[in-house]
């Protein structure tokens, strides 16, 4: 009689725990699908860069990346980084691709979502300008009409007065200091070109570079030029779980898939991004990226 009711009594103490643990995940993935991906966060990085003038002690790059406009990330939401962005008056915004949301398929998909979104991005502001590169769903499958995805998503973006860098960079005059931004085409679909970035290169200057996918700063930072590189990509992985991190990263956005690395001599910074692939995150908001360099 004992025996049965202490084996009663285990069975009732396992059910109340798988139940509980069937109740917490529920629960989780309640919140990862309905809470957090519109939990805007404002991540603030200060990054010392040694070739920085004094004169640009202080200086702010806004860094948004991964927007994916559709199916997952809605308009309005866009919205509410873009007008964050601008809050912060920033001297200078970076774009870091994946403007759309695109498969790799020979079956031509509707990207036409760039118009709807070009509109918006181009309303941030920024003293020195908003600058822009393409990520890796940016080139993927064309729209109806079976255009490449790049010369639609480049052009909407353009369009809307919001240069895109493709293996080009820019001297910027800042008083009477310089900084080099470059933006170096997607990795993954073996469009990217540094040295083509770089050819302009004035020498002695601070050196920016914006890449979609983070781990080629494993290649980049072979180059003394350049001080700083800003990715996306890796949004994260969208789910990070405790002690392992996530284990969803992309290929070239699993080394280095979120936060601030000293790769070298160089800095690399990763952002979560703002968009969804999928439609969920847990422990990996969304984030508006505030960068101030220090000397």
Request: aromatic share 8%; with cysteine; glycine share 10%.
């Amino acid at each position: 009689m004992l025996e049965r009711t202490s084996r009663r009594n285990l069975l009732r103490i396992l059910g109340y725990g798988f139940g509980g643990t069937a109740a917490g995940l529920l629960g989780t993935s309640q919140y990862g699908v309905w809470i957090e991906p519109d939990l805007l966060q404002l991540k603030r990085v200060q990054i010392p860069l040694k070739r920085l003038p004094s004169a640009l002690d202080g200086f702010r790059i806004i860094y948004l990346s991964d927007f994916h406009l559709y199916p997952h990330t809605r308009i309005e939401f866009i919205q509410e980084a873009v007008d964050l962005a601008n809050s912060l008056e920033p001297d200078l915004v970076a774009l870091g691709g994946d403007f759309v949301t695109a498969r790799r398929s020979s079956i031509p998909g509707q990207v036409d979502e760039i118009a709807e979104l070009a509109p918006v991005v181009a309303q941030l502001n920024a003293r020195y300008g908003v600058f822009a590169v393409l990520g890796n769903h940016d080139h993927w499958r064309g729209d109806l009409k079976g255009n490449p995805n790049e010369n639609v998503v480049r052009q909407g973006l353009e369009k809307s007065g919001i240069p895109v860098l493709v293996n080009r960079g820019i001297t910027l005059e800042i008083g009477r200091e310089r900084v080099y931004l470059a933006g170096v085409d997607d990795g993954w679909v073996k469009l990217n070109d540094l040295p083509k970035a770089l050819e302009n290169h004035p020498g002695g200057v601070t050196t920016i570079v914006l890449m979609h996918a983070p781990d080629f700063a494993d290649e980049f930072h072979k180059d003394e030029r350049i001080d700083l590189q800003l990715s996306g990509h890796s949004h994260g992985g969208q789910v990070r779980l405790p002690l392992i991190g996530s284990p969803f990263c992309p290929p070239h956005g699993r080394k280095y898939d979120m936060g601030l690395y000293q790769v070298g001599e160089m800095w690399l910074y990763t952002s979560v991004g703002l968009g969804l692939t999928v439609p969920i995150r847990f422990n990996c908001r969304p984030e508006v990226t505030e960068i101030t360099l220090t000397v």
